[in-house]
């Protein structure tokens, strides 16, 4: 059973707010992801980690910032928020191969 | 541009009933991924298919994927209301992420 934890699982939040989701990880994983889901579309990725330290834009644009500086941990910042930002985040996280992803289940994100 | 085609978009059927949902592209891959992902939760790894006309069964799912290794497709034998989800296939990115399809939504009625 996957180990990955997101928090909060429902967020409403005004316009403007600056606002932290967590992302936490037991299995020792090196590789960590996030990706976007919106209703009806494909998840896509906005950014991944390959270690501590290591952090690079997926292939979405977002305004969206993320750390790494524990193994465990991969927090996404959105220093103020808009309703543009509407959406699942999605937490996900793999070994070195990368042959599995295991996924968190996910924050959804309602900015008003 | 779609990588990754998935059909049908929504399927709702009865339990009891089969039925097969399909993903198709016109690159060849390494490797495809089925996930499912239930409502409010993140997908689950079902199956990675990794040989051309290779198949796999999972209990009451059989995947396949194509002899060209650009489709493959996902049939279910006596659905149940369990069998309710989002199915998505997928196939590795260059930077180790995963490239989704828009998936199909199963409904399974009692």
């Known amino acids: 059973e996957a180990d990955i934890y997101q928090t909060p699982r429902y967020l409403v939040i005004g316009t403007g707010k600056k606002i932290t989701l967590e992302c936490s990880q037991t299995?020792?994983?090196?590789?960590m992801y996030w990706y976007q889901q919106d209703p009806g579309m494909e998840l896509h990725l906005i950014h991944y980690?390959?270690?501590?330290?290591?952090?690079e834009k997926g292939d979405l644009s977002s305004e969206s910032t993320v750390s790494r500086i524990r193994t465990e941990h991969f927090p996404l910042t959105l220093e103020s928020a808009r309703p543009s930002h509407t959406s699942q985040y999605l937490c996900a996280s793999s070994d070195q191969t990368a042959y599995e992803q295991y996924f968190g289940p996910g924050t959804r994100l309602t900015v008003t | 541009t779609q990588l990754l085609e998935q059909s049908p978009q929504f399927l709702s059927i009865q339990e009891g009933e089969n039925l097969t949902v399909y993903c198709n592209s016109s690159s060849v891959f390494s490797s495809l991924q089925w996930y499912r992902q239930e409502p409010g939760e993140g997908p689950v790894l079902l199956v990675t298919v990794v040989t051309g006309g290779e198949v796999k069964k999972l209990k009451r799912l059989t995947f396949q994927f194509g002899d060209a290794r650009k489709d493959s497709s996902l049939h279910i034998t006596a659905a149940q209301p369990g069998d309710t989800g989002l199915y998505l296939c997928t196939f590795r990115g260059s930077q180790g992420n995963l490239i989704f399809g828009k998936g199909t939504k199963l409904s399974v009625k009692p």
């Open positions: 299995m020792g994983h090196d590789k």
């Open positions: 980690s390959y270690g501590v330290n290591s952090t």
